[in-house]
């Protein structure tokens, strides 16, 4: 007897459950590392390629694979953007702190639905714009506007605005990923990877991380867990999972990032953050499960 769909979803809900709760510490592993964001990324990028070259060719994913140049034009591509991507959100953590800069890091769907709009001529419905509106309003608020006024330090203002920077780039290297990876996802994030690595070798400090050190420990982790079993897990269960469950079950890991950023680093969100909090999560659903405000049909005139 075949199984029932509630079993055929276990196994990738399971997956992208442990993904998820994942992904939520990467922002720990970069705080332990001690290490400077370039730093941090290159090392990400080397262990993640190590990792992904290994699976891939173990599981038969490489095959081919120089033989496709224009995927491996189009991967390297957005995987600059990646990257970039990956410094900016870092540098935005140093500079204000782990949850602040990963919620407003979420601004980065969005951020694709915009630039599909602009550059690429994807319909938007009126809706969807009315859904990033609440977001952008979120994202504001995240950022705690009350201290923005009472004198925030440049600092903290820089790493606002480089997590922004970092969800824009996130959102177009997504959105270019989109458009080549239908087939061959695994590639993509391994070609991502080595560009990086290609990227950052010329600005890493090496000297920072010549000594032996748990500091070791945490860059192995960005790479291993963050680059590698996180994207395995992710491009394995999002074929097979519907769509409002993969929004639902995002907001595990800005969950997971706020509650380490409470119990290691004792911070917690201002009211009007939540409130932000709010309003992207109102507004990632809304877009992602096609919400639509109802239309009244005109009443008819009296004859």
């Known amino acids: 007897m075949s199984p029932t769909p509630a079993r055929e979803l276990r196994t990738p809900l399971l997956q992208l459950l442990v993904a998820e709760?994942?992904?939520?510490?990467?922002?720990?592993?970069?705080?332990e590392s001690g290490q400077d964001p370039m730093t941090s990324v290159f090392f990400r990028c080397v262990f993640g390629s190590l990792f992904l070259l290994a699976w891939g060719g173990a599981r038969g994913h490489l095959r081919g694979l120089l033989?496709?140049?224009?995927?491996?034009?189009?991967?390297?591509f957005s995987g600059v953007l990646l990257v970039l991507n990956w410094v900016a959100l870092f540098a935005g953590m140093a500079r204000s702190s782990i949850g602040v800069a990963t919620i407003i890091y979420h601004f980065f769907p969005f951020a694709m639905l915009i630039l599909a709009a602009l550059f690429f001529g994807e319909r938007t419905h009126p809706a969807d714009l009315a859904w990033t509106a609440f977001a952008f309003v979120g994202v504001g608020l995240s950022a705690d506007p009350l201290k923005l006024l009472d004198g925030a330090s440049a600092s903290y203002l820089l790493g606002i605005a480089l997590t922004f920077i970092a969800a824009m780039l996130c959102g177009a290297s997504l959105l270019l990923s989109r458009r080549i990876s239908r087939e061959r996802p695994f590639v993509v994030v391994l070609i991502q990877c080595?560009?990086?690595i290609v990227m950052l070798a010329p600005f890493a400090d090496f000297t920072a991380v010549a000594h032996a050190g748990p500091h070791w420990a945490w860059l192995a982790g960005l790479g291993l867990i963050h680059s590698g079993?996180?994207?395995v897990?992710?491009?394995s269960s999002y074929p097979r999972l519907p769509v409002t469950t993969i929004a639902v079950m995002a907001f595990i890991y800005p969950v997971v990032t706020l509650l380490l950023d409470f119990v290691l680093y004792g911070r917690t969100l201002q009211g009007v953050q939540c409130a932000g909090v709010a309003l992207i999560?109102?507004?990632t659903l809304g877009v992602n499960l096609?919400?639509?405000?109802?239309?009244?049909?005109?009443?008819?005139?009296a004859g």
């Not at 939520?24 to 592993?29: A, T």
């Not at 033989?67 to 390297?76: E, K």
């Open 290 to 301: 096609k919400w639509r405000w109802p239309r009244h049909a005109p009443a008819s005139s």
């Open 194 to 196: 080595l560009t990086g």
């Open 229 to 231: 079993i996180c994207y």
């Open 281 to 283: 999560v109102l507004g």
């Open 67 to 76: 033989q496709d140049r224009a995927l491996i034009r189009a991967a390297i």
């Open 233 to 235: 897990l992710f491009y």
């Open 21 to 31: 709760l994942l992904i939520g510490s990467v922002g720990v592993f970069v705080h």
